[in-house]
């Protein structure tokens, strides 16, 4: 039997992690806090109206590599998994380094041709695996690579590097007492291209000297600044620069004199750690953790794309210090502080939807398909 389908309009709903494990330990009968009857109800209601709702067509809420990352670690990867897939219904974020990539092969073109103030597109299914407004399969289709231990290791090496950094610049900040978050910000921003160019350059120089590095291969392996400046060459060169002179020439101009407060990416992450640097100038005690890195890359990379996101507090107090009118997104914040709110937005989602809809899901489905799957982990 054939169906003429309506179209869809999917919210896109991005979930932290904290989430994602809340609710799979709400769920799983062998989790601890389960079997001693310490689930808070918040977890399984969510739940609840997240998978209805997706079972209703009316959003998806795509999985990431944070996901998978941030999962590898925990001790729970499977389930963790299980419960990512079944939000995501087969959705999944680009690679952040594509994201912001996409993001600078569109302003460099833009910048080459005299178009420098043209927005840029941020059509969620530019970055997205799957099709978002399709009609889910009743099926998700997931391979099992199991874990392996030496990814997890690069994962929490990458993790503890980059919390020495982060440490290192939080204490550079509370004894520069700079209160202004512009200042910071413009910073970021301005330092980016040097930053960029700078890890290309490094990364020619150990070429040239790869002899050094046989036993240590991964130190020069493209970075995602390589990997950017790859992609303006060949745009260069199909714009007829092709002496390496002027192209090089062409790419230092850009990176000194391009606005790249238009990159969302960077636009977003730069005022993420302007609010940290005020908060250290002003006193704060407490230097940001070992996720912190994790939470802005997920939010300066997928905010520009979701209809809401749900983060966790800290994040979100730190979103709300943000001057108004520097975040002109449509993106709803959403923390467990208004977690109740977010509940409101989920159920107004599905009073929004047209009684034509809902009958049609249930004609495709059958009326039993919206109900939760709450024994997701039982058969385990």
């Known amino acids: 039997m054939s169906y003429s389908l309506p179209i869809l309009n999917k919210k896109i709903i991005y979930l932290d992690q904290f989430a994602i494990s809340n609710m799979m330990k709400a769920l799983n009968p062998h989790m601890r806090s389960n079997k001693e009857g310490k689930v808070d109800e918040f977890w399984l209601r969510l739940f609840e109206r997240l998978d209805s709702l997706s079972k209703l067509q009316l959003i998806i809420c795509p999985d990431s590599e944070i996901h998978n990352s941030e999962s590898l670690l ?43 103030d043209t927005s840029l597109n941020l059509d969620p299914q530019c970055v997205i695996h799957g099709k978002i407004n399709a009609w889910s399969s009743r099926l998700i289709l997931s391979v099992n690579m199991g874990d392996d231990d030496e990814v997890s290791e690069e994962i929490k090496t990458f993790r503890e590097q980059s919390f020495v950094g982060l440490e290192e610049v939080f204490n550079y900040w509370v004894t520069s007492k700079n209160l202004d978050l512009i200042f910071w910000y413009k910073n970021e921003i301005t330092s980016f291209g040097k930053v960029t160019m700078d890890k290309y350059i490094d990364y020619l120089s150990k070429l040239v000297r790869v002899h050094e590095f046989i036993d240590r291969l991964e130190e020069i392996l493209p970075n995602d600044s390589v990997d950017i400046i790859t992609s303006l060459l060949s745009i260069l060169e199909n714009h007829g620069v092709n002496k390496a002179g002027e192209m090089w020439e062409k790419i230092t101009e850009y990176f000194r004199e391009a606005d790249f407060s238009q990159l969302p990416t960077l636009h977003i992450s730069a005022l993420l750690f302007a609010a940290i640097a005020r908060q250290a100038a002003i006193g704060r005690k407490k230097p940001p953790n070992r996720g912190t890195m994790n939470d802005i890359t997920m939010i300066s990379t997928y905010m520009p794309y979701c209809d809401a996101m749900f983060i966790d507090k800290e994040f979100s107090n730190i979103l709300l210090e943000i001057p108004e009118g520097h975040l002109n997104y449509k993106t709803k914040i959403f923390s467990i502080n208004s977690k109740e709110n977010f509940m409101e937005y989920l159920n107004n989602i599905e009073k929004s939807a047209a009684p034509n809809h809902i009958a049609k899901v249930n004609e495709v489905y059958g009326e039993s398909w919206r109900n939760p799957y709450l024994t997701l982990y039982q058969k385990e």
Do not use: D, V
């Open 74 to 116: 925990s001790g729970f990867y499977e389930p963790l998994k299980r419960m990512y897939e079944l939000m995501s219904s087969g959705r999944t974020f680009f690679e952040k380094g594509i994201i912001q990539r996409r993001q600078i092969i569109e302003h460099f073109t833009n910048w080459l041709n005299g178009r420098a």
